[in-house]
């Protein structure tokens, strides 16, 4: 039952909120909704701009593999977080499970101190989130993904000094 309604809301705003999304700016969308979805659960208008910003982050011909990997873990990460939650809640109750989503806020913010980068802090901060099965578990895929995405980039990049490949023949 807690679906069905969580769900409802998508169905109501979800027209506005991607109208207003395909007229904004996109990238000023998600670092306003980064900030704000910290206290405030606008998960509406998260949803719609992760679909948006896709093609700006992907090559064209990855596009339909990126949005078929995304919305594949973001599924993943709604049945195994929902199912989470209740086992962990009922196992160690209300206290531990706050505990478990400030902890992994926590963690976020340390890494990023380090300087780890975005990516990583919202990963790891979100994997509390999405354990414990809030709905705003939606932005670990995104950040699973475009983690993956930006690692391989820095992959194929690095260059290494020939002296290196030299074995002494």
């Not at 679909?51 to 593999?65: A, F, G, K, N």
């Not at 478990?100 to 780890?116: C, D, E, H, K, T």
Request: with cysteine; aromatic share 12%.
């Amino acid at each position: 039952m807690i679906q069905v309604i969580w769900h409802l809301d998508r169905i109501f705003r979800g027209p506005l909120s991607s109208a207003l999304v395909d007229r904004w700016d996109r990238k000023k969308i998600m670092w306003m909704t980064n900030s704000v979805s910290r206290e405030y659960r606008w998960n509406l208008v998260l949803d719609m701009d992760q679909y948006s910003i896709m093609p700006e982050v992907v090559r064209h011909d990855q596009l339909t593999y990126a949005t078929g990997l995304f919305t594949s873990l973001t599924k993943v990460v709604y049945i195994i977080g929902s199912s989470l939650a209740g086992i962990l809640v009922a196992a160690f109750g209300v206290y531990w499970a706050v505990g478990g989503i400030l902890g992994g806020i926590l963690a976020g913010y340390w890494v990023r101190f380090l300087g780890a980068g975005r990516l990583m802090m919202v990963g790891i901060g979100l994997t509390g989130l999405a354990i414990i099965g809030i709905s705003m578990s939606t932005w670990l895929p995104s950040t699973v993904l475009f983690f993956c995405i930006r690692m391989a980039e820095r992959l194929c990049t690095i260059s290494l000094p020939e002296s290196q490949f030299n074995v002494g023949f």
